[in-house]
């Protein structure tokens, strides 16, 4: 990843007051310049166009057309990696992750007046996401929000496992809630195995995860709590502010979740929640890489792939950002490599 370079910055809010604030809290980083502002969503296409920002921070509630539509629009036209900024409202998040649906790449809180404790600290990962999400390659998308199909599929044929599987691990990060909404709803909804997810995402939007992924799959999606049972039939969610680890405990299969950072660069780590899969279940489990930036979950990958399990990564044709299943494949911790489009049935096949 690149910084040494100026990231252009397309600012997208119908408040002339809003994107004054929003202005003065990027242009305090050198290495963000703010090339434009849209006042609405069709402002957003034709500045797009005209100006090729390297990044947009994108309003969701815009007239003429909101942040939705332009986000989709935008992946159809002008492929541009875009940043949702977005209040914590319910109907806000349920828009929000609609954009990251139909392309966007991260959703982010809305700072807050200046004078709020929490502002330097929310600005400063705002600045951070836009800067790494800058140095996206966006895939184009067609009018249903998917990625436009590519001829070339990499895939690793390995035998089956021998033991039945009985947990299924899944880490995501940038283009993970889109990936995810879309692996579950390629999974029967009565599946024999529990399923546990670490999504990279800010800690105050995964509540708001939990609920639009289960409504726009069908899933009973769960943020977990320590020491919860994972049960089959049920997505179980890393909360955002503590490390997931899965234990055996006379049997059964629970949560434990751990507070301290430790060595992980992330939190929650999807490295700690493989390395805990292949400890508690070794040979038994399925472990899934899909979309996302940085090495996060290669090393717990392999460990699990040590172990006996079964690793699948998504590949590089339908994933947004490559990063994570690419460093996974180059640790040799994947078994299979498949498109997301067939992640379900490959899953579904070692069951």
């Known amino acids: 990843m690149r910084h040494d370079r100026t990231v252009r910055v397309l600012v997208a809010d119908d408040s002339a007051t809003a994107r004054y604030h929003l202005t003065q809290a990027l242009l305090s980083t050198p290495q963000l310049r703010v090339i434009g502002e849209a006042r609405n969503g069709e402002e957003v296409l034709q500045l797009a166009a005209q100006l090729q920002p390297d990044v947009i921070s994108m309003d969701i509630h815009m007239p003429r057309m909101d942040g939705l539509e332009a986000t989709r629009r935008l992946m159809m036209q002008h492929p541009t990696p875009v940043v949702v900024v977005s209040a914590l409202l319910e109907h806000d998040l349920d828009l929000a992750f609609q954009a990251l649906q139909a392309g966007a790449l991260a959703v982010v809180e809305k700072l807050p007046n200046t004078q709020h404790p929490t502002f330097a600290a929310k600005q400063q990962q705002l600045v951070k996401t836009l800067i790494a999400m800058s140095d996206v390659k966006v895939i184009r998308r067609g009018r249903t929000g998917q990625i436009a199909p590519n001829s070339v599929v990499e895939s690793v044929n390995a ?191 070692y069951l």
Not at 308 to 331: C, H, K, N, W, Y
């Open 159 to 349: 035998p089956y496992p021998r033991i039945v599987p009985e947990i299924l691990a899944i880490g995501a990060s940038a283009g993970g809630p889109s990936a995810l909404n879309t692996l579950l709803n390629g999974l029967p909804l009565d599946l024999r195995i529990p399923i546990v997810v670490v999504q990279h995402l800010p800690h105050e939007f995964v509540a708001g995860f939990a609920h639009w992924l289960g409504k726009s799959s069908g899933w009973r999606v769960q943020v977990v709590t320590d020491g919860a049972d994972l049960v089959p039939g049920v997505v179980h969610l890393s909360p955002g502010t503590a490390h997931l680890r899965v234990t055996r405990t006379l049997g059964k299969l629970s949560a434990r979740l751990i507070a301290e950072r430790g060595d992980y660069r992330y939190q929650p780590a999807i490295d700690m929640l493989f390395e805990s899969v292949a400890q508690s279940s070794g040979a038994a489990s399925i472990g899934l890489i899909l979309t996302g930036m940085g090495e996060d979950g290669a090393n717990g990958l392999l460990a699990m792939r040590q172990a006996g399990g079964r690793t699948l990564a998504q590949d590089q044709t339908s994933a947004v950002v490559f990063g994570m299943p690419g460093a996974a494949i180059e640790r040799g911790a994947v078994d299979e490599i498949l498109p997301l489009s067939q992640l379900p049935a490959a899953i579904l096949k």
